[in-house]
Each structure stands twice: as C-alpha cells, then as structure tokens.
C-alpha cells in the first residue's frame, strides 16, 4: 500500500503543459510505409549511347538532397560501406541504403530514383512493422504521418560487408577494420 509520497521532481497532476505535450504526442498519426534495402554509388559512369561519350552521373549525391526526396516523397536511410570487394576509395565508394515511403507514392518514388539511374523495382519492397521500434523507422513512421516526408539520413558508420563463414562474420563483436582502426 502507498502513503502517496513521491519523488520531488515527479510532474504534478495539475501541470497542464505536460498534460497537453503528452496528448499531442499520443494523437500523433503514424503512417504505413514500406522500404527497399538497395546500394548505390556516390557516382555512376555511364557511357551515352549517341555520342559514346563517357561521363558520371550523381546518383547518391542527387538522391540525398533534401527538396529532392520532398519532391519525390520518400525518406532515406544511408550508409557508406567499407572499403573491400563491393566499396572503393573516394567517387568509387559505394552506399548501403534504405529508402521509406508510402505504398501510395511508389510510382512517384521509382520515377525519381529511375531519373538518377537507378532502377527501384529492382529490389524488394518489404512493409515497415507498425510496431518496430528501431528509431529510425519509428521517426519516418511519425513524420510521413504528419506530411513531413523527405528526410535524408546520412549514417554516421560504415556499413561493413563480410562473407559467411569468415573469422569476422562468427566473431560476436562484429567486423573490425584491418589496421585496427575502430
């Protein structure tokens, strides 16, 4: 049974601007999005088929910009992947990324990825739980439901690509970099 003490610092029953923030954060609407795990240059070579010419074209670099993504509605995940056999140095790095939007606006979506050359329906659409809670999914959940789409997160990690059966795949801590850095 309680004696009806509690802590100092616990919010008051009649502070109304908590009561409120709490029931704004409560009403908020969650939309249901779905996602592709895709890779990506931050450039792609490409030779032009009238004059054989050949030349770069941003992929990543048009794709994470900001109005871009509003435009075309999809919010995005990326990660550069580490250097080995699917990443290089410099323009050749390639990009680990997932793209986010509504199943209403796919064809919005795939027409704006298909601009930059690449070709979304390529790769596996999958629906986000509703109930994930992996930070991320859970903003881009909250923000596509409040119209807030076209938000580009650039991870702050390399994403490290490692085979099945290597010393660095069973090894329980992850992948570490081959001149120890962390």
């Known amino acids: 049974m309680s004696d009806g003490w509690v802590p100092p610092c616990y919010p008051k029953e009649e502070d109304d601007d908590?009561?409120?923030?709490?029931?704004?954060?409560?009403a908020r609407?969650?939309?249901?999005?779905?996602?592709?795990?895709?890779?990506?240059?931050e450039t792609m070579a490409f030779t032009c088929f009238w004059c054989r010419a050949s030349e770069e074209e941003p992929q990543l670099h048009q794709l994470r910009k900001r109005e871009f993504a509003q435009k075309s509605e999809y919010s995005m995940?990326?990660?550069?992947?580490g250097e080995g056999e699917y990443s290089g140095e410099g323009d050749d790095r390639s990009y680990f990324a997932i793209v986010f939007y509504e199943p209403s606006k796919k064809s919005k979506v795939e027409r704006a990825f298909k601009s930059t050359g690449l070709e979304l329906?390529?790769?596996e659409q999958v629906v986000v739980d509703p109930d994930s809670?992996?930070?991320?999914?859970?903003?881009?959940?909250?923000?596509?439901?409040?119209?807030?789409?076209?938000?580009?997160?650039?991870?702050?990690?390399?994403?490290?690509?490692?085979?099945?059966?290597s010393p660095e795949y069973d090894d329980p801590w992850g992948p570490s970099h081959p001149?120890?850095?962390s």
């Open 18 to 26: 908590l009561i409120a923030y709490e029931e704004r954060m409560n």
């Open 29 to 41: 609407k969650k939309a249901t999005l779905v996602k592709r795990h895709l890779c990506m240059k």
């Open 77 to 81: 995940l990326a990660y550069a992947m």
């Open 121 to 123: 329906g390529d790769y």
């Open 133 to 165: 809670k992996m930070e991320q999914e859970e903003k881009f959940m909250y923000a596509h439901g409040a119209g807030e789409v076209g938000e580009v997160i650039l991870g702050e990690f390399e994403y490290q690509v490692v085979r099945k059966g």
């Open 179 to 181: 001149e120890g850095r």
